[in-house]
């Protein structure tokens, strides 16, 4: 009978190390697991990131087109010669200052996407009058309605209650949705805008501002994709 110097059977205390060493081998897989997943997630959320700052990046790209347009197109008018009088001059000036005031809120935008994501969210949301807004649109896209020949059908109370948003991002919407109106329309060149009050449930109410046209529409199977 063969016995350990420290007492007790030899096999006792080789079963003992075998135990010993399956824990170790079983502890080191699991913090290998545990490093692997942590990669993983780690990987998934950096993607993550990198896919909304390219969706970041695009959103603000097109939304610098309608002013760059505008602006270019007011410009070429007047080096073409084709505005002639001082009213004129006046009516483009107040555009192109619109339009460089807008592009002036959209690199805020940026400053403000940069701060949120250091942890620095400021609050921009204020009272906004939503007929004040929609006019203030309506002329910052007047250039390109005239360009287009459309004609503007406006329905918006002027004793709407105020509503609470960020100023430039509900211009930007209904700019938006305004400038694809003109894009996608076809041969009847209309354009209608409309606000109202609606029922929110729970005793609140909503003022819901809705943009119409006669264009190619969206194909119904991708529409409750959209939202």
């Known amino acids: 009978v063969v016995r350990h110097r420290r007492g007790g059977p030899l096999g006792a205390f080789v079963a003992d190390m075998e135990r010993r060493g399956l824990a170790l081998s079983f502890g080191a897989l699991f913090l290998v697991v545990v490093s692997l997943s942590m990669l993983v997630i780690t990987s998934v959320r950096a993607q993550r990131l990198a896919r909304l700052q390219m969706d970041f990046v695009t959103a603000v790209s097109h939304e ?3 002013p760059l347009t505008i602006i270019g197109s007011a410009a070429d008018n007047i080096a073409n010669g084709v505005v002639d009088s001082t009213p004129q001059l006046q009516e483009y000036g107040t555009v192109i200052g619109e339009q460089t ?19 620095r969210p400021r609050d921009v949301t204020e009272l906004l009058g939503p007929a004040e807004i929609i006019d203030a649109v309506l002329a910052s896209t007047e250039g390109l309605i005239r360009a287009g020949q459309f004609t503007v ?22 700019e938006n949705l305004i400038t694809n109106a003109i894009k996608y329309s076809r041969d009847e060149r209309r354009i209608g ?26 194909a119904a199977d991708d529409l409750p994709h959209i939202f």
Do not use: K
């Open 64 to 66: 610098l087109r309608t």
């Open 101 to 119: 005031t807008h592009l002036s809120g959209l690199v805020e935008r940026v400053l403000l996407f940069a701060a949120t994501r250091d942890g």
């Open 153 to 174: 059908e406006r329905d918006v109370p002027p004793n709407l209650p105020p509503i609470i948003g960020e100023r430039i991002a509900v211009s930007q919407c209904i």
């Open 193 to 218: 805008i409309r606000a109202r009050v609606v029922d929110g449930g729970t005793d609140q109410r909503h003022v819901q501002i809705s943009v119409s046209d006669s264009g190619i529409g969206i």
